[in-house]
């Protein structure tokens, strides 16, 4: 296509009012400019461009949009294939000013203005390219005017254009040029971090990076910059938060004044090492390392000696790979920046202090044991943020903790992290100190047995809150894992497994006592007994026969009025339920009990003796003793415990205590073995009123109490038998149907039986005692038989069962029975069925038989 253009032409067509006219001629020349031949000079096409460029520049005034649009185009054509000229660059610049700098919006098209930037875009690339850009120098001041406007416009794209023209005009322009004009553009870009596009708030972080390079480094732009930019470090969109780190990588490399700011640009880099999104992280590493390698060349005589003195610790985390020692270096020369981190801890939103979390974390990794002389300054702090209400903060400061216990000089900051718990006996302290210790490779014997000292005091094992349980617990298990590696002699190891084994069994204790749900800590203090018990080669059972008691001095303050939620009351009942009752501690807790009974209110009365009547169903598993000093210590622990609460008592509590006195005669009747059968006998006298007692619970363990009364008299056993046989009517049908199998079960010693010697005077007394069983043997009949045609189905099993043993034992009575209970029998059938299965014709048989 041949380039000739005839200007006076498109003079008069631009000159002409019709706006069709006008926008044809633009079109055509547009196209003629950009499709004209390579072999045309730029001087025939500068030429024809001063005898135009008053034309197309009064277009960019016309009133029509499509007008306006193609004059901007036909001078981008131009401009395209122009030299470099000052004099068409201020013109062009003079009228962009005119259209895009002023105060109001003067081109109402979105459209249009987008154009006015990518037009002055394409100059700064095109002088840019031809290495002229000084030939701005003058018209800074128009050209600053038109990007804070497009900036501050208020379409998306007419922004993003101005931020990228920007950082084109940063790139290649003279800072003492811009210098004066940077805080008005960097306060305009600020404008722009808020914005609801993602997009836009990336391109003012890349314009502000590039103006910032710019600004005098001793005044309060830099100081600004940071402080609006940080907030965006948490931004929802990773590719916002990846534009921070990348700005920070920007300073580190090419602030002229960048040492002196480290401590404000190395956040924006070090929180995107630690962020959720893979992207930013493969992004951002690279950079990171190559900021570290500047570093180094700039400090390779003191980092390379440091290099050689700072091996890599033995139990470094396993998936963290270590910084190298340029950004190693960065960040140890920037320990300053540790107390604005840990103050961010403490803030009130939840994702600032989670950031902070994680700059710390990236902190700690890079500061290594330089920071170890900090440590006291953010111990405090940061054990607060390791009980924060939530969940993802406490993890996060979990992990800074883990990672501080492995990096810090452990000699170091064992001492302080001591003087925190002694000082502050709080489970944020502990928890902290527990992530540290459990991570780090030190523990000495000393510090071990200091350590069990401490937790054993009462500010710890006997707190009742839920999660310091949990990490009292989880720190004696790193205790144990750390003591398998002491060379200690066995004597010392013992005595630091005693002072365990007291706190586990408190912490225990006390988390089974609580009345909310607790069986995690339960069973996780249990099995921190059995690890104990299995590094000591021993049953759990023999720590409890061994140590218990020592556990049992802990208990303090039982002689005062206490309710049932004191934690001596709880810890008592906690113990009690752990251990159960033991030969080697049975006086000393019996010694507790009466504290408890003597001084404690009525519900912790209660509440302790249900841990006894339920720790006394395993008697016969936990007390071991000969027979003689087996009968000796249950007789001795009825008589002081149990005995003296049998007696009837008014009122809510005494009732309630003799039903807790009942329960645990009954379990002792039941486990205690053969021993309790010489104990039983010496209460008998208290039976009779307990069977009748108001409480049902009372009556129901008395009930089931009766068929362990033997080898008693007929005279002793005649007031508990009729005692049991009037439950045959009791309005509850579990003791009635008791009481009913209880009744064939019960049998007397007599006296004929109890003597060697055949006087004449000892069979007179055994047969008169063999007419009063018989007597009562016949009432008994007569009521198991009124029973017998019951409508509950279990009652009438229980009656024909004693029935049986009765008709056995008592044939001649039985006989006698059932021919009186034939005649009044409303169904004679089932009584005479009954009558054939028990029918006796050998006699009646003895006990033996």
């Given at each position: ?87 068409h ?31 002055l ?46 950082v ?47 600004m ?53 880099v ?26 180094y ?36 020369r ?10 961010e ?38 054990a ?152 000591m ?104 415990i ?46 009779p009123?307990l ?13 089931k ?6 080898g ?42 109890a003597?060697?010697a ?92």
């Amino acid at each position: 296509m041949n380039y000739d253009l005839d200007t006076k032409q498109i003079c008069g067509e631009l000159e002409s009012s019709e706006h069709r006219r006008r926008n044809n001629a633009l079109q055509r020349l547009c196209e003629q400019v950009e499709q004209a031949p390579e072999t045309v000079s730029s001087d025939a096409i500068a030429a024809d461009f001063d005898e135009l460029y008053l034309h197309l520049l009064k277009c960019y005034d016309d009133r029509f949009e499509s007008v306006r649009d193609h004059a901007v185009l036909a001078v981008n054509a131009f401009l395209e294939r122009l030299p470099p000229s000052d004099f068409h660059l201020l013109n062009v610049v003079a009228t962009l000013a005119d259209r895009m700098g002023q105060p109001e919006t003067v081109e109402p098209s979105e459209e249009i203005r987008l154009r006015y930037v990518q037009q002055l875009h394409l100059m700064l690339r095109k002088y840019a390219r031809m290495g002229n850009v000084g030939v701005f120098r003058e018209c800074y001041p128009q050209v600053v005017k038109v990007l804070v406007k497009s900036i501050r416009d208020e379409y998306a794209a007419v922004q993003r254009e101005g931020c990228a023209t920007l950082v084109q005009l940063a790139r290649v322009a003279d800072t003492q040029e811009l210098r004066p004009f940077t805080e008005q553009l960097a306060i305009a870009l600020y404008t722009m971090l808020n914005h609801r596009h993602s997009a836009a708030r990336i391109a003012a972080i890349e314009a502000l990076g590039r103006v910032c390079l710019h600004m005098d480094a001793s005044g309060e732009g830099m100081r600004r910059l940071f402080m609006e930019v940080s907030p965006l470090l948490m931004d929802s969109m990773p590719l916002v938060r990846r534009a921070c780190g990348e700005l920070g990588v920007l300073l580190l490399l090419e602030l002229p004044d960048r040492y002196s700011y480290f401590e404000r640009i190395l956040p924006l880099v070090l929180c995107c090492l630690k962020d959720d999104s893979p992207e930013v992280l493969r992004f951002i590493r690279p950079l990171w390392v190559k900021c570290g390698e500047q570093y180094y060349e700039e400090n390779e005589a003191e980092l390379s000696q440091q290099e050689i003195c700072d091996p890599q610790v033995d139990n470094y985390p396993s998936d963290v790979q270590r910084p190298t020692i340029g950004c190693r270096g960065l960040v140890q020369r920037s320990l300053r920046l540790l107390q604005l981190i840990t103050r961010e801890t403490g803030d009130w939103k939840e994702n600032v202090r989670l950031h902070s979390l994680k700059l710390l974390y990236q902190f700690v990794l890079h500061a290594e044991s330089a920071m170890t002389a900090k440590f006291f300054e953010i111990y405090g702090q940061l054990a607060q943020v390791c009980c924060d209400s939530e969940y993802a903060v406490r993890e996060e400061a979990a992990k800074v903790a883990d990672l501080l216990g492995r990096l810090l000089a452990y000699n170091a900051w064992i001492e302080h992290g001591f003087e925190g718990l002694e000082r502050n006996a709080r489970e944020p302290y502990l928890r902290c100190f527990y992530h540290m210790f459990n991570a780090a490779n030190g523990g000495t014997y000393d510090q071990l047995l200091r350590l069990c000292k401490l937790l054993r005091s009462t500010d710890y094992s006997h707190t009742l809150k839920e999660h310091f349980q949990r990490f009292i617990l989880k720190t004696l298990y790193t205790v144990l894992v750390k003591s398998r590696r002491l060379t200690a002699p066995m004597e010392d190891i013992h005595a630091l497994y005693e002072v365990f084994y007291v706190i586990a069994t408190k912490v225990t204790a006390l988390a089974f006592s609580r009345t909310d749900t607790c069986n995690g800590e339960v069973k996780y203090g249990k099995e921190i007994i059995d690890l104990l018990a299995e590094v000591m080669d021993i049953k759990p059972e023999m720590l409890h026969v061994r140590w218990f008691a020592l556990a049992l001095l802990d208990v303090q303050n039982l002689d005062t009025a206490l309710d049932e939620t004191a934690e001596p009351v709880q810890l008592l009942y906690g113990l009690v339920h752990i251990a159960g009752i033991r030969t080697t501690y049975l006086p000393q807790l019996i010694a507790m009990l009466k504290l408890v009974f003597g001084h404690c209110s009525d519900s912790a009365q209660v509440h302790v003796f249900s841990a006894v009547s339920l720790a006394a169903l395993n008697w016969g598993d936990t007390v071991w003793a000969e027979r003689e000093q087996g009968t000796q210590l249950l007789s001795n622990f009825v008589n002081e415990i149990v005995e003296p609460h049998l007696v009837w008592k008014a009122g809510a509590s005494g009732e309630a205590m003799r039903s807790m006195a009942m329960a645990t005669l009954c379990a002792l009747a039941q486990h205690a073995g053969d021993v309790v059968l010489e104990v039983l006998p010496a209460y008998a006298k208290h039976m009779p009123s307990l069977l009748e007692d108001r409480n049902v619970t009372t009556r129901h363990y008395a009930a089931k109490t009766m068929i362990y009364f033997r080898g008693m008299s007929v005279e002793v056993l005649k007031p508990l038998a009729y005692a049991t046989m009037q439950r045959l009517d009791d309005p509850s049908a579990g003791i009635r149907v008791i009481a009913a199998r209880s009744l064939g079960i019960m049998r007397p010693e007599f006296k004929s039986q109890a003597t060697d010697a055949g006087d004449g005077e000892g069979e007179g007394e055994g047969e008169y005692e063999r007419e009063v069983w018989e007597a009562f043997v016949k009432r008994a009949m007569d009521l198991l038989l009124l029973h017998l045609e019951s409508p509950e189905a279990e009652m009438k099993h229980a009656a024909r069962d004693s029935l049986t043993q009765l008709a056995k034992q008592h044939p001649a009575a039985w006989q006698e029975r059932y021919e009186r209970a034939l005649t009044l029998a409303h169904n004679q059938d089932v009584l005479a069925e009954l009558y054939a299965q028990l029918s006796i014709a050998d006699g009646p048989k003895t006990a033996t038989e």
